[in-house]
């Protein structure tokens, strides 16, 4: 048996590539000085506009909403495409992936018009109000207000994590409608104005880029909000909540992946350099099991990716999928732990690049910034719950 693409999909790729010949993406040149998640600077709107004008933002959405109705196997060459070549599709990841994705499942027509569209043309940048001091892993553990008065919401209380939250627009927020009802069943999401008075950002600056903060503090102080502001059902939050994350994961292991394989390839090349005792690292036999080790993950992590893939195109639950996002973003710190291990005292050293991500730094600041990777979309010691409940069948203790 040969597997291979079907003629369609290989005439989709073929178009898909001599779109991007004509419409070359932002270089590396011209993507710098970005401040946070939401932070829109002007080539970033040119950027993601062209590709929605062009069909070729969403693919899966209908051409009104920047897409092609592509299935689902040309979507996954969609995504492979661009993450082999890291072309970013939005630097608001949150407002395109999530918000639009929410505003077109749940919202109505007017808020569709006002809110979703102008997002997936760039023109509004998004945070997500979800995380706070007691309910970070406990999602539904949150207790930021939001009271009925009149045709208002007023809204009080606190989010932690929030990020881009000083640059966004607009914020889908969480909030608890029903006090007394248990705690899935009251909560409520909003779209909020983080322009609206009472709001209150607090970034949260990076140890390795000071001048760099995506993380914030945010906080609600009698903060009123349009009671048309509604997203879905009052008290229908949590299902909203459940689909958000879904729409961050769709496809999300296609990039998991690619930036293991890069990673590890970038650990490859890190073996000629000397060690602290001045042999090449690639000598070094617990380095060599190392890497070796690590490209089989990288491969295995691919595979089972295509397999989770392969279900979930045919109509199936995808398990693999929620084992992947806490294996790869776990794979990685490892990853950048060894790098700077090998190295030594070289491991902070700027002059010797760490491997390809967002931003740049030496193989100590990727080590220190791959903790976040086993924090955002849910942190690993939640992935290991589900999986142990839900994928191997494990009783709850």
Known sequence: MRLRYSDEDEAFRAELLAWLEEH?????????????????????????????DGG???????????????????????????????????????????????????GTEAQIERWALPTLR??????????????????AGLSTRAVLDGDEFVVNGQKVWTSGAHHADWCLCYVRTDPTAPKH??????????????????????????????FNEVFFEDVRVPADHLLGALNGGWAITQGSLAHERSMLWIGNTTSLQRSVQ???????????DGRPLKEDPAFRDDVARLHIDAQAA???????????ADG????????????????????????VEALGADGVDQDIPGRPVIRDGSWADQYLRAFSGTIAGGTSEIQRNIIAERILGLPRR
């Open 24 to 52: 070359p993406p932002p270089t590396p040149e011209e993507r710098v000085g970005r401040r946070s998640s939401a932070d829109m600077q002007e080539w970033a709107k040119r950027w993601q506009r062209t590709l929605f």
């Open 56 to 106: 070729w933002l969403v693919p899966g959405f209908p051409p009104a909403w920047g897409g092609r109705n592509a299935t689902a196997v040309q979507q996954m060459i969609y995504f492979e495409v661009f993450s082999d070549r890291d072309i970013p599709r939005s630097v608001n990841p949150q407002g395109l992936s999530i918000v639009a994705a929410s505003l077109l499942d749940h």
């Open 122 to 139: 760039g023109e509004l940048a998004w945070c997500l109000g979800m995380s706070e001091p007691g309910a970070g892993s406990d999602l």
């Open 185 to 214: 069943k009251g909560i409520s999401a909003l779209l909020i104005d983080m322009a609206s008075p009472g709001i209150t950002c607090r970034p949260l600056p990076e140890l390795t880029e000071p001048d760099y903060a995506d």
């Open 266 to 276: 970038a650990l490859v090349e890190l073996g000629e350099r000397p060690g602290p």
């Open 302 to 312: 691919t595979l089972i990716g295509y397999r989770g893939f392969a279900l979930a």
């Open 316 to 339: 199936h639950a995808a398990p693999e999928h929620g084992i992947l996002k806490a294996f790869t973003s776990e794979a990685e710190r490892e990853l950048d732990l060894i790098a």
